[in-house]
């Protein structure tokens, strides 16, 4: 298991960036893909997007293509989600989580570990 700990969530106008970071611990951290999900109020989790064990390959969610950027570094055991261009909508808990392989996943099942979330409010 991978342990995860997100940071950087916080209230922002619609319009501004926050910059989510995720650090890992506990296993060789290149040896797994890494999302981003999110979950808003009585609504189901999300995927957002994700990015393949060197960072060379990402993948987004339609609703968050354009605005946010996932990166990772290797070698700080780090994942990052720029969010720019935020809006209302992008109101939610965001987590980060680690997927065994080198590819990037977009299912929520190919994730075996997970953080505790970051709350992300976006006023109007």
């Known amino acids: 298991q991978v342990q995860l700990v997100e940071s950087g969530g916080g209230l922002v106008q619609a319009g501004g960036s926050l910059r989510l970071s995720c650090a890992a611990s506990g296993r060789t951290f290149s040896d797994y893909a890494m999302g981003w999900f999110r979950q808003a109020p009585g609504k189901e989790r999300e995927f957002v997007g994700t990015?393949?064990?060197?960072?060379?390959?990402?993948f987004y969610a339609d609703s968050v293509k354009g605005r946010f950027t996932i990166s990772r570094d290797n070698a700080k055991n780090m994942v990052y989600l720029q969010m720019n261009g935020l809006k209302p909508d992008d109101t939610a808990v965001y987590y980060c989580a680690a997927a065994y392989g080198r590819f990037w996943y977009s299912g929520e099942k190919s994730y075996g570990s997970w953080g505790q979330g970051t709350q992300v409010t976006v006023s109007s």
């Open positions: 990015i393949n064990w060197n960072g060379v390959s990402t």
